[in-house]
Structure formats: C-alpha cells, structure tokens
C-alpha cells in the first residue's frame, strides 16, 4: 500500500483504541472502512462533523476504530438513532454502516422507511451473504442453494437483492460496490455521502471464513475473483439481455433522484405552524 | 432549552393533553412515537406544538424505531421523548436498556391498558409496572414515575425530564387509560416557578474529556455530538472512555456506577405524597388513577370513625422503601389496591417483612377501582 495512503488512514484512526482489531485476515471490512476515510477526506469533511453510526455484527465493531462521533447501537436499529441524531442536529453528516442480517432482516422495516422517508442520510450495508460474527448462519441475502451453518442441507429460501429494494423503497440514491473494485467504490461512497436525500451503497463483501468455507470459495483472493468475474458495470448492463445477468452483480449508480428532503419539509411545516 | 409554557394560566385538559404539555414546558424539543390507544393524543398533540416550538416530531415506523430515534436526538444533546402503551412499551424493552447501558436521558411514557398482549386497548390496567422496572434485559437502574391526576401529568412529567437529564437515565411515566383520558382543569404554575435541569456538558477541552468517567457523583458530563468532543458511545459494556471491555475490573466499575449515582440521589427520586397520615393507623398505599378513589375512600373511613390517611407513590422505583417503612411502622393495616394481581403488593411485603397486617386488593377485569370498594376493605375489620 502506497505510503500516502496508509498516512491518510492513520490521521482518522484513533490511537488511544486498542489495536488489532476485531475482523478475521482478508476480511473486506478493512477495504470498506479504507474507502469510507478516502471519501471523507476528499469531501473535505472534518472529523467533528462526522457520525459514524452502526448496528450489530462484524460491521458493527467498525465506529469504535475511528475518530468521529462514533455509536454502536442495538441490532438493526442503526437508522433509527441516525434519525433521531440527523433531525435533531441537521448539520451533522450522519453515516451509518450495516451488514446484510443487520440491515435488511431484523431491520429490514427501518430501512425501507428510511428509504421513503428520505432524511439526508448514508447508509453503506455490507453484504457478505452470511452472518459472520454469530457463525455463518444464513442471511436474507445467503443464495438460493448454498450451504450456512443453519442450511446444512443446503438454503431453500431466496435471497434479497437490497440495492434493488433500496430503489423500489425510493431511497434518493442507490450504488453498488464490491470491494475488488476499489475505485469504484471510492467514488460510490462518496458520492453517497455528497447526496442530499437517503442514500445506500450495498458493498458485496467477502466472508471467506464463514460464507467462503462452506461454499467452496477459496480463500480471499480467490473470492474477489469470483466478485471480478461476476460483477458488470450498469452501462454493460444496460447493453446485455436479462439473462445473461442471472446471478451477476450490477455494479455503479443504480439510482440518483432529486426528492424533497425530510428536514427541509420539516422546515417548511415549521413555518406553517408558525414558528 | 427554554420552557415553553402554555399560553393559559389555566386550561380543561385531557391527562395525555397534559403531559404533552409538560414536555414542552420541561425543554422537550424532540418527539417520536408510533399510534397506539390509549396513547396517542400525546402525538396527536406534539405534531401540532412542536414544530410551533423549533422541536421536531417524528412518527416512526413502530416503537423500536421510535425509541431509537429518540436516544439519538437525545445524544444530538436535545431533550426527548416518546409516548406508548403495553404492547409498544414491549417493543420498546430493548433500546430501552441501550439508554440505561449508555446513560442517556429520554423519557418513556407508557399509558397503561388492561390486559397482556393486546390486552384492553381502551380500559385502564396496572399490569405494567413490573415491567417497567425488569422489562429489559441485564441488570440495569431506572427510574418509574406514576401519575394520578391531570396536573400531575404536567407536573411530573416536568419532573421525570429533570430526573432523566440529572441523572442521565430514562425514566418511564407511567399513566393510565383513566389518567390520560379524564379531563380536569390544570392551573398552571408560572414559569419562575417551574425547576428545569438540563444535563451538565463538559468544560474541559476535548482532550481532556473522559466520557464514561467514575466520579464522586457517579454521573459523568455529557457532550452532544457535533460538539467536538468525538467519542464512542456503545451499548456493550464499556471502560471510562467508552469502549467495550471485558475486563472484570472495569465491569465492575462501570456497573457499581450505575447504581451508586441513584442511590446518591434517593432523596429527590423518590418522591410521594401523603394525605390524613399524620394520626393515621390504617393505610392505604396506592399510585396511579386508583390513588384517586383511595382519597375518597380515606374520607369516608374517618366520616365513618377510622382513622384512615394515603401514601401515594409517584416514585415506584427505586422502591422508596423507606417512605414505606414508616407508614408500615405506624399502622396496624395497610390496603395496598392495584389493577393487577399484587405487583407493588410484593414489595410492600418486601419491606414489612411481617410488621404489620398488609392485604391486597385487586381488580383484573379492565374496570376502574371504586371508592367504595376500598372504603369496604378499609372497614372490613372495624
């Protein structure tokens, strides 16, 4: 890793938070929470001004390594308190991170009214396909088919695509990253941060030793190859026939709409009730 | 933030109307709820004064998100509140512990309805109070209020907001179906007179700010975010700057704080009122809409030659244990009535541990206790 760039993390860590940190070798957390420092350094964010917030799981241990305002909430609920926390001090850039179990199963109802809802938020959700933290059970995004510590049989039920609910839910903007493509998702997540309205970028993630393992898919390398392999670019997308892109991933913008934001209609109600 | 008083220096109120009205006056700029009888006119209410007021209100998609939304204006440094009934308290349980773990004021009304699950939507119960103290899981404080009247429901919800930012707790209100819907004349008091406390912010620079820190008074100050004191807030157990540990020590710390910053404080969370006890030797203790025939029925008892008076308990927890010692010592009866089966009952008998004669009464069937009824308990055996 160029020197620059380890220098960068460094300034947005903190040094007085025990190190190492939780996550397994190879996990793409690190890779994510790499991204998510770029984008706000070269937004040009400061660290007082930042909220991190998360739920519970892998991704939820993400907040206590960095120096913002940081809250670890209970499961699920992460966009809840990010609610609570952006409509009460709307100058605040609230971000939160989720996994898949996190975000679309014990809180899958938050996330799609956050979505309708649209308050200026950031949503990253991390979807390796599994839970990891717990021991690789199945989650609303473990494909048709494949094995999890509760689907030794093999998995009957089908998965959620949430980048695609995020859009049906009317969240303002939606992108799709994987953690291969770096760059890409540099500029996904900070162009989700920029948003203004309810934006989600769905991250497919590696979990080799909880997903991976069980499914025959190597180890980390050779998991973003499989997300290398089986990832197309929305504009590629858009040229090939339907299905072709069975089981593929479709990474880039999936969603950038222009919708009245919560606190500015708050502002607006503020005034009718003649504050 | 300021108070912000009703415009009337007396109105006709709904009890719900009231604490509605409380929580503006108290400094709540902040509101999230989710429909629910017999509670909703709170929200009915705040969606009209909040906004009028610079707060904001937010219906929220159940309760676990209202309650959620409600810690993070909360740690956003604004004062909050939601406003529920048993089947919404329940879902509430587990954010309700996150603000008991990460010591963050908010208030949680819960306007009781008979019956468990959905119960009796629209008939008075006490089945909640129990669950008010244990309802979330792990072993934490919190404190329990209980109205009985329209002006308590202002008074004591001003009250269980000063609680909740001096002590950094939630604190549960607990009213019921006949409290929130009976309509009384409040006479307001003037603003001078009304006591707010705001929960004390830092003063030292960032870098000296220990968020979770163990001193004297076992209440550390706290910092809003976006107020450049950066810190981590977490629902596991946590050391002195609030990240998780597992380490036997800082456990103990941590949790013998939470704890000792009520026990400190015993004097002005445990608040009752006494009515005809100066020279009385039979009681009865009671909380909530049954303190009000209990009055009646202590009137009538002395018409009738017994020297009957009233604890009221507007704390139910902590316990005000010895509040209720000195009324056991000094009467040979004491009638504790409730619309459950006996919850404070059993800590009543708790602390007599056999003193004197303490009978139950108690009514399950959805319907308000009497006068009467307690008045043909209280002389039973005269």
Same mark, same amino acid.
């Given at each position: 890793?160029?020197?620059?760039?380890?220098?960068?993390?460094?300034?947005?860590?903190?040094?007085?938070?025990?190190?190492?940190?939780?996550?397994?070798?190879?996990?793409?957390?690190?890779?994510?929470?790499?991204?998510?420092?770029?984008?706000?350094?070269?937004?040009?964010?400061?660290?007082?001004?930042?909220?991190?917030?998360?739920?519970?799981?892998?991704?939820?241990?993400?907040?206590?390594?960095?120096?913002?305002?940081?809250?670890?909430?209970?499961?699920?609920?992460?966009?809840?308190?990010?609610?609570?926390?952006?409509?009460?001090?709307?100058?605040?850039?609230?971000?939160?991170?989720?996994?898949?179990?996190?975000?679309?199963?014990?809180?899958?109802?938050?996330?799609?009214?956050?979505?309708?809802?649209?308050?200026?938020?950031?949503?990253?959700?991390?979807?390796?396909?599994?839970?990891?933290?717990?021991?690789?059970?199945?989650?609303?995004?473990?494909?048709?088919?494949?094995? @999890?510590?509760?689907? %030794?049989?093999?998995?009957? /039920?089908?998965? &959620?695509? +949430?980048?695609? #609910? *995020?859009?049906?839910?009317?969240?303002?903007?939606?992108?799709?990253?994987?953690?291969?493509?770096?760059?890409?998702?540099?500029?996904?997540?900070?162009?989700?941060?920029?948003?203004?309205?309810?934006?989600?970028?769905?991250?497919?993630?590696?979990?080799?030793?909880?997903?991976?393992?069980?499914?025959?898919?190597?180890?980390?390398?050779?998991?973003?190859?499989?997300?290398?392999?089986?990832?197309?670019?929305?504009?590629? @997308?858009?040229?090939? %026939?339907?299905?072709?892109? /069975?089981?593929? &991933?479709? +990474?880039?913008? #999936? *969603?950038?709409?222009?919708?009245?934001?919560?606190?500015?209609?708050?502002?607006?109600?503020?005034?009718?009730?003649?504050? | 933030?300021?108070?912000?008083?009703?415009?009337?220096?007396?109105?006709?109120?709904?009890?719900?109307?009231?604490?509605?009205?409380?929580?503006?006056?108290?400094?709540?700029?902040?509101?999230?709820?989710?429909?629910?009888?017999?509670?909703?006119?709170?929200?009915?209410?705040?969606?009209?004064?909040?906004?009028?007021?610079?707060?904001?209100?937010?219906?929220?998609?159940?309760?676990?998100?209202?309650?959620?939304?409600?810690?993070?204006?909360?740690?956003?440094?604004?004062?909050?509140?939601?406003?529920?009934?048993?089947?919404?308290?329940?879902?509430?349980?587990?954010?309700?512990?996150?603000?008991?773990?990460?010591?963050?004021?908010?208030?949680?009304?819960?306007?009781?309805?008979?019956?468990?699950?959905?119960?009796?939507?629209?008939?008075?119960?006490?089945?909640?109070?129990?669950?008010?103290?244990?309802?979330?899981?792990?072993?934490?404080?919190?404190?329990?209020?209980?109205?009985?009247?329209?002006?308590?429901?202002?008074?004591?919800?001003?009250?269980?907001?000063?609680?909740?930012?001096?002590?950094?707790?939630?604190?549960?209100?607990?009213?019921?179906?006949?409290?929130?819907?009976?309509?009384?004349?409040?006479?307001?008091?003037?603003?001078?007179?009304?006591?707010?406390?705001?929960?004390?912010?830092?003063?030292?620079?960032?870098?000296?700010?220990?968020?979770?820190?163990?001193?004297?008074?076992?209440?550390?100050?706290?910092?809003?975010?976006?107020?450049?004191?950066?810190?981590?807030?977490?629902?596991?157990?946590?050391?002195?700057?609030?990240?998780?540990?597992?380490?036997?020590?800082?456990?103990?710390?941590?949790?013998?704080?939470?704890?000792?910053?009520?026990?400190?404080?015993?004097?002005?969370?445990?608040?009752?009122?006494?009515?005809?006890?100066?020279?009385?030797?039979?009681?009865?203790?009671?909380?909530?809409?049954?303190?009000?025939?209990?009055?009646?029925?202590?009137?009538?008892?002395?018409?009738?030659?017994?020297?009957?008076?009233?604890?009221?308990?507007?704390?139910?927890?902590?316990?005000?244990?010895?509040?209720?010692?000195?009324?056991?010592?000094?009467?040979?009866?004491?009638?504790?009535?409730?619309?459950?089966?006996?919850?404070?009952?059993?800590?009543?008998?708790?602390?007599?541990?056999?003193?004197?004669?303490?009978?139950?009464?108690?009514?399950?069937?959805?319907?308000?206790?009497?006068?009467?009824?307690?008045?043909?308990?209280?002389?039973?055996?005269?």
């Amino acid at each position: 890793m160029p020197k620059e760039i380890t220098k960068l993390i460094h300034k947005y860590l903190r040094h007085d938070k025990k190190f190492p940190h939780v996550w397994c070798p190879g996990c793409g957390n690190g890779v994510i929470l790499g991204s998510l420092i770029r984008a706000i350094d070269r937004l040009g964010l400061t660290k007082d001004e930042i909220v991190l917030a998360s739920g519970i799981g892998c991704s939820g241990r993400m907040p206590v390594y960095v120096d913002f305002n940081t809250l670890h909430t209970t499961h699920g609920r992460a966009l809840t308190f990010a609610t609570g926390i952006k409509l009460a001090k709307p100058s605040l850039t609230v971000i939160t991170v989720m996994g898949d179990g996190d975000a679309t199963a014990i809180g899958g109802n938050h996330f799609i009214h956050a979505a309708r809802r649209n308050v200026n938020l950031t949503a990253i959700i991390i979807n390796n396909q599994i839970y990891g933290m717990t021991g690789g059970q199945f989650s609303p995004t473990t494909p048709y088919g494949s094995h @999890a510590a509760t689907a %030794p049989y093999g998995h009957i /039920e089908h998965a &959620f695509s +949430i980048a695609e #609910l *995020a859009v049906t839910a009317g969240a303002a903007f939606v992108g799709r990253g994987t953690v291969y493509h770096v760059q890409i998702l540099d500029k996904l997540i900070k162009a989700a941060v920029l948003k203004r309205g309810f934006s989600v970028v769905e991250i497919i993630s590696n979990c080799h030793i909880q997903f991976g393992r069980r499914n025959e898919m190597g180890n980390p390398v050779t998991m973003m190859e499989w997300m290398r392999d089986n990832s197309v670019t929305v504009e590629k @997308a858009e040229k090939m %026939p339907s299905e072709d892109l /069975e089981d593929k &991933f479709t +990474i880039g913008i #999936l *969603a950038d709409e222009e919708k009245p934001i919560y606190t500015e209609e708050y502002d607006k109600i503020r005034e009718r009730a003649g504050d | 933030m300021a108070t912000v008083m009703p415009k009337k220096k007396r109105s006709l109120l709904q009890g719900n109307e009231a604490i509605a009205l409380g929580a503006l006056a108290a400094g709540c700029r902040f509101f999230a709820g989710y429909p629910i009888t017999p509670a909703s006119e709170i929200s009915e209410v705040l969606s009209a004064q909040m906004p009028q007021v610079g707060g904001t209100f937010i219906q929220m998609e159940d309760e676990i998100a209202s309650m959620g939304a409600i810690i993070g204006a909360s740690i956003a440094g604004v004062k909050s509140m939601t406003a529920t009934s048993g089947p919404g308290f329940s879902l509430m349980q587990e954010n309700i512990g996150y603000a008991c773990i990460t010591e963050t004021p908010c208030v949680v009304v819960n306007v009781m309805r008979g019956g468990g699950s959905t119960g009796l939507p629209t008939c008075p119960g006490q089945g909640d109070v129990m669950q008010a103290r244990w309802g979330t899981h792990g072993d934490n404080p919190i404190i329990v209020l209980a109205v009985s009247t329209v002006t308590d429901c202002f008074d004591i919800t001003v009250r269980a907001f000063n609680l909740s930012e001096k002590y950094r707790i939630p604190v549960v209100l607990l009213s019921d179906e006949v409290v929130s819907h009976t309509r009384e004349t409040v006479i307001f008091p003037s603003p001078q007179d009304i006591e707010i406390v705001d929960r004390i912010t830092p003063s030292v620079p960032p870098e000296w700010y220990v968020p979770y820190e163990n001193n004297s008074t076992g209440i550390p100050d706290m910092a809003a975010f976006g107020a450049g004191y950066r810190y981590h807030i977490t629902g596991l157990v946590h050391d002195e700057r609030g990240f998780p540990t597992q380490h036997p020590e800082e456990i103990k710390i941590f949790t013998n704080r939470l704890f000792r910053k009520l026990a400190q404080g015993l004097h002005e969370i445990q608040i009752v009122k006494t009515f005809m006890m100066n020279d009385a030797d039979v009681a009865v203790i009671a909380y909530g809409s049954v303190t009000r025939s209990a009055q009646r029925a202590v009137v009538d008892a002395r018409s009738k030659g017994t020297k009957a008076g009233l604890l009221q308990l507007i704390t139910l927890f902590p316990f005000p244990e010895r509040l209720v010692d000195k009324v056991l010592k000094q009467c040979k009866r004491v009638l504790v009535p409730e619309m459950n089966m006996g919850q404070i009952y059993r800590e009543v008998q708790r602390v007599n541990q056999g003193k004197t004669d303490v009978k139950k009464y108690n009514r399950i069937d959805g319907q308000f206790i009497t006068p009467d009824e307690i008045l043909g308990e209280l002389l039973l055996e005269e």
